[in-house]
């Protein structure tokens, strides 16, 4: 039984940095500025349409990462505030950082979790299952991974359920705007992609371990079904005019999270819908046809 081997394979993930911010630099995608210039200046022009409208013009963007797929710099020169919102307190400094010096005042940066579901959590998580591998070691089996694995996802879906729709929509700012696109389907990625990798680490010394994959997707998508209705319906319940979602359309193939999303939003929002072509990644040819549904929220009140 070559276990600690193996341990030793995993115990690589983890260096001067947790293994949680080492799975974020893998989702970094190096030519996104280049590959989606004109889905974001597509994107971009439909959120400035709108944004004629509202006066005072105020966007928050939720997720909103680097901004690589929205033209921050366009829309400075619209809006009179816009409210920068993501997890990753670090990747929204970037994007704000790329602007001219007299534009950054206009933009203002909110690190705020969707789910619930902290950076700090998911250190703890990704920290704690390795150093729960290791220090198991040649006792290790595949019940009781099975076992620690799922308590702590339970835990994660217990954080998820507490989120509701009063205490996010006052998390959020007060503008005119709310853009949430490309986010639904990114809730839980880096989540499902160290377990996925911790269990095929474990392949060779856990007889069976490699079916657990299935069982941790649906507790994801459990999970996606959940928080979806009530991230919709805060972002919904604090803008002022508008909300703008962008969601993969994929109705062969349907792209976790966003599936969900484009469904509640047609059900519950009455939007009007338009598409746009997100060409991904050039270099492995992945383009997604993206479903814009725009909700008026004023004719909801």
């Known amino acids: 039984m070559r276990c600690n081997s193996t341990i030793g394979k995993i115990s ?12 974020k630099d893998k989702f970094i995608m190096k030519n996104a500025r280049e590959d ?79 789910t619930g579901i902290t950076e700090e959590d998911m250190d703890t998580f990704c920290d704690g299952m390795l150093d729960y591998v290791r220090s198991a070691g040649r006792s290790l089996t595949t019940d009781s991974f099975r076992a620690e694995l799922m308590c702590r996802l339970d835990e994660m879906l ?36 160290f377990i996925r990798s911790l269990i095929h680490s474990l392949e060779d010394v856990l007889p069976g371990v490699e079916a657990l994959a299935e069982e941790v997707t649906a507790k994801l998508c459990h999970m996606d079904y959940e928080i979806i209705p009530v991230i919709n319906e805060a972002l919904c319940k604090a803008a002022g005019k508008y909300v703008i979602f962008g969601n993969e359309h994929m109705p062969d193939r349907p792209v976790e999270g966003a599936f969900q999303c484009i469904r509640d939003v047609k059900l519950h929002y009455n939007p009007a819908s338009s598409f746009l072509r997100w060409d991904f990644n050039r270099a492995e040819g992945i383009t997604y046809p993206m479903w814009i549904q725009i909700c008026d929220v004023g004719e909801m009140r």
């Open 36 to 114: 989606w210039a004109e889905y974001r200046k597509c994107l971009t022009d439909v959120i400035i349409d709108r944004t004629k409208e509202a006066s005072p013009k105020s966007i928050a963007i939720v997720g909103a990462g680097r901004c690589n797929d929205i033209d921050l710099e366009r829309l400075t020169s619209y809006a009179d505030q816009v409210y920068l919102l993501d997890v990753d307190a670090d990747a929204m400094q970037e994007a704000v950082n790329s602007l001219d010096e007299q534009k950054r005042c206009k933009v203002e940066c909110k690190t705020l979790s969707l």
């Open 158 to 193: 217990e954080q998820v359920a507490d989120q509701d729709v009063d205490t996010l929509s006052r998390a959020l700012p007060d503008a005119d705007i709310l853009v949430c696109c490309g986010v639904h389907s990114q809730l839980f990625t880096t989540l499902s992609f």
């Open 12 to 23: 690589e993930y983890k260096g001067r940095m947790g293994v949680y911010q080492q799975i």
